[in-house]
């Protein structure tokens, strides 16, 4: 128990740290959709995914305190602290870290604006799980869907032409669900940490 918390205020604090940046108040850019591989390997679109196919993707809030949760992290390593090992309760993590309601409801109420349908939501609401139309999400974050030849598996992936940008006040720490380049990467071990009713799940 103590171990799942320790590992969640993790998972929670990496993408807020590293994903997303703002342009402004409104606007926000995620980096790392575009695989790297399309310019490595000078890959070339072979077709768009068709505009209603629907995609499920998964909204990423950031901790509230994330200074704050960063310094408890070094805290419960460190055998000199006084909170060495001393792990938060669920309810005592989502008292201090968890997102604040408002802004869970401003991303649902985003997806909602875009057509988009909210099929799941975590209980630290740290994840807004939504599914929609091809179409509905290049609208909602200005990109197009495009399919590629994988250059080292035999299939097919796809993947946005540019980064997603999002115009929205709350800020979010990442999306998943964009690209399917990697089928077991980065993304998805973070859905699966996380698990869809907000608890640690081995991996």
């Known amino acids: 128990m103590k171990k799942t918390f320790l590992h969640l205020a993790f998972v929670l604090a990496a993408p807020f740290f590293f994903s997303g940046s703002a342009l402004s108040a409104q606007t926000q850019i995620f980096n790392g959709h575009v695989p790297d591989a399309v310019a490595k390997f000078k890959l070339q679109s072979v077709g768009q995914l068709p505009a209603t196919q629907v995609l499920q993707l998964n909204f990423m809030l950031p901790p509230r305190d994330s200074k704050g949760l960063g310094q408890l992290l070094e805290q419960l390593n460190n055998p000199l602290s006084t909170n060495y090992h001393h792990y938060l309760t669920p309810a005592q993590f989502d008292e201090r870290f968890a997102p604040a309601e408002a802004d869970q409801q401003a991303v649902i109420q985003f997806a909602q604006k875009h057509g988009l349908a909210v099929t799941h939501t975590v209980p630290g609401r740290t994840i807004v799980e939504v599914e929609g139309k091809v179409a509905d999400i290049e609208q909602a974050m200005h990109l197009k869907l495009l399919l590629y030849n994988h ?53």
Do not use: C, M, W
Not at 157 to 186: K, Q, R
């Open 151 to 203: 250059p080292t598996e035999n299939r097919q992936f796809y993947a946005p032409y540019t980064e997603p940008t999002v115009e929205l006040d709350t800020p979010l720490a990442a999306i998943s669900g964009l690209d399917n380049y990697l089928l077991h990467g980065t993304r998805v071990h973070l859905k699966e940490t996380l698990g869809r009713d907000g608890t640690t799940r081995a991996t």
